[in-house]
């Protein structure tokens, strides 16, 4: 199972992005999935995550200004991010559990992409 990030860019403060991650592979299927994001000097930190029935959870500093949704038939994860901040920057880095037939239950993390704040 891979997962590829994609939708990072550099925004101004008030403005929006929308992060992707899709998986892809063969016989498996996406249980939780999940946002992080790393900030220079900052250790890696929980955004947002989504189970595979829909519920969500966020960090305090994002409630209210990011949302977390999932397209299961595509395996995809999306972050919408509204109201950036600078202290938003940072690379973000998509995560998902999973299962196999095997079964093999795993965890795969995406490469991250970059998101820029300016003020």
């Known amino acids: 199972v891979q997962l590829q990030a994609s939708g990072g860019g550099m925004v101004q403060s008030g403005g929006s992005l929308r992060l992707s991650c899709a998986a892809s592979?063969?016989?498996?299927?996406?249980?939780?999935m999940n946002w992080h994001r790393q900030a220079p000097g900052k250790q890696r930190e929980l955004v947002a995550g989504?189970?595979?029935?829909?519920?969500?959870n966020y960090a305090d500093s994002v409630k209210g200004r990011f949302t977390i949704s999932r397209d299961n038939a595509k395996n995809t994860v999306y972050l919408q991010m509204n109201n950036l901040k600078p202290e938003d920057t940072a690379v973000y880095y998509c995560?998902?559990?999973?299962?196999?037939?095997?079964?093999?239950?795993?965890?795969?993390w995406g490469q991250g992409t970059l998101v820029t704040v300016s003020s």
């Open positions: 995560e998902a559990d999973y299962t196999t037939p095997d079964p093999v239950v795993g965890r795969v």
């Open positions: 592979g063969s016989r498996f299927r996406i249980n939780d």
């Open positions: 989504i189970t595979s029935g829909g519920s969500t």
